[in-house]
């Protein structure tokens, strides 16, 4: 595997069920990063993890918990989520957390909330 | 804080013909700029990144932007565009003191008619 990979590609999920989606980057990269893309608004960033620690939460509600076990791993753990929260999810790793560097992509996984 | 503004929210161009998205960014001092590309159900793809130097930056599959502070601009060219070019593109903008954090614009969606 190269790159950033994320799986699921896609998940349908109903509001009362506990999923998590997972990240994985094969770049060496030491920062971690999701953003959720909803239709018709711009990426959003949810969070930033340097070096396996949380520096940054935009105000996301509780019911996404994300989790960095390790530089090459990012979880994002899904609870009691709402229809609004149906969007693609993405994940990017950079090299140096310290400048605004390159970010790298991966192909995301599509939730869908019934 | 830094804040990008995409105004074409689709651009419709016929093959062969060239292209130009635009891009407005505020900032008040010389920003990172960085044009991703994203194909339907895919993740984000860098194009393009400009830190300093030449204003003029050339970038994958025959892309260049040239970056204009008087304009506070970093649009998006190409000569001439394929069919494959047919996708969502965004212009992203980053600063040192906000360290690895982006704000991306809401994207052009570019269509190509053959």
């Known amino acids: 595997e190269t790159g950033v990979t994320q799986t699921p590609r896609h998940l349908v999920m109903g509001m009362t069920n506990k999923k998590s989606l997972k990240c994985e980057q094969h770049?060496?990269?030491?920062?971690m990063y999701w953003y959720k893309q909803s239709a018709k608004k711009p990426l959003e960033l949810m969070f930033v993890y340097n070096f396996k620690e949380q520096t940054e939460n935009n105000s996301v509600p509780s019911r996404f918990s994300p989790e960095c076990p390790n530089s090459s791993h990012l979880f994002l753990h899904l609870h009691t989520l709402q229809p609004e929260d149906s969007a693609l999810y993405l994940c990017?790793?950079?090299?140096?957390?310290?400048?605004?560097?390159?970010?790298?992509f991966g192909p995301g996984t599509r939730l869908t909330v019934l | 804080a830094q804040s990008v503004t995409q105004p074409d929210i689709h651009i419709t161009v016929s093959e062969g013909a060239s292209l130009e998205l635009r891009c407005n960014y505020s900032y008040g001092a010389t920003p990172y700029l960085f044009w991703y590309v994203q194909s339907p159900g895919q993740g984000l793809q860098l194009l393009l990144k400009y830190f300093s130097g030449d204003t003029l930056v050339q970038g994958i599959k025959g892309f260049e932007a040239e970056f204009k502070r008087s304009q506070s601009s970093f649009n998006l060219r190409k000569p001439s565009v394929h069919w494959s070019d047919a996708a969502e593109y965004f212009c992203?903008?980053?600063?040192?003191?906000?360290?690895?954090?982006?704000?991306f614009g809401a994207g052009t969606i570019l269509r190509v008619k053959s």
């Open positions: 992203a903008v980053g600063a040192p003191e906000y360290g690895n954090k982006l704000v």
């Open positions: 990017a790793s950079s090299q140096d957390p310290a400048s605004s560097g390159e970010q790298f």
């Open positions: 770049l060496g990269h030491n920062a």
